[in-house]
Nanobody, 124 residues
Framework: QVQLVESGGGSVQAGDSLRLSCAAS????????MGWFRQAPGKEREIVAA????????YYVDSVKGRFTISRDNAKNTVYLQMNSLKPEDTADYYC?????????????????WGQGTQVTVSS
């Protein structure tokens, strides 16, 4: 079992930036891909970005391409989501998740371990 703890959420204005962090406990963090998901009120959870085990491959949902960057520091057991040029439609609870796969996946069903989430609110 892996524990994932997100941080870095908050309330910002449109155009601002935030960096989310997800700290993982336990061993083998560097062996598995990680993902960031979000869920807005009344909407289904969606993939935001994912990164493979060594950071060499990433995936982004179209709506965040060019604005968000996912990265990881395996020495610190941490995955990050840098969010720039935030828009009101980015408002959601953001969750990090771990998949037992080495390659990044956009499917939530591939992820076994989830954090509690951090709230991001973007006002216009």
């Amino acid at each position: 079992q892996v524990q994932l703890v997100e941080s870095g959420g908050g309330s910002v204005q449109a155009g601002d930036s935030l960096r989310l962090s997800c700290a993982a406990s336990g061993r083998s963090f560097s062996s598995y891909a990680m993902g960031w998901f979000r869920q807005a009120p009344g909407k289904e959870r969606e993939i935001v970005a994912a990164i493979n085990w060594n950071g060499g491959s990433t995936y982004y949902v179209d709506s965040v391409k060019g604005r968000f960057t996912i990265s990881r520091d395996n020495a610190k057991n941490t995955v990050y989501l840098q969010m720039n040029s935030l828009k009101p439609e980015d408002t959601a609870d953001y969750y990090c998740a771990r998949t037992p796969r080495r390659n990044a996946s956009s499917r939530s069903r591939d992820y076994d371990d989830w954090g509690q989430g951090t709230q991001v609110t973007v006002s216009s």
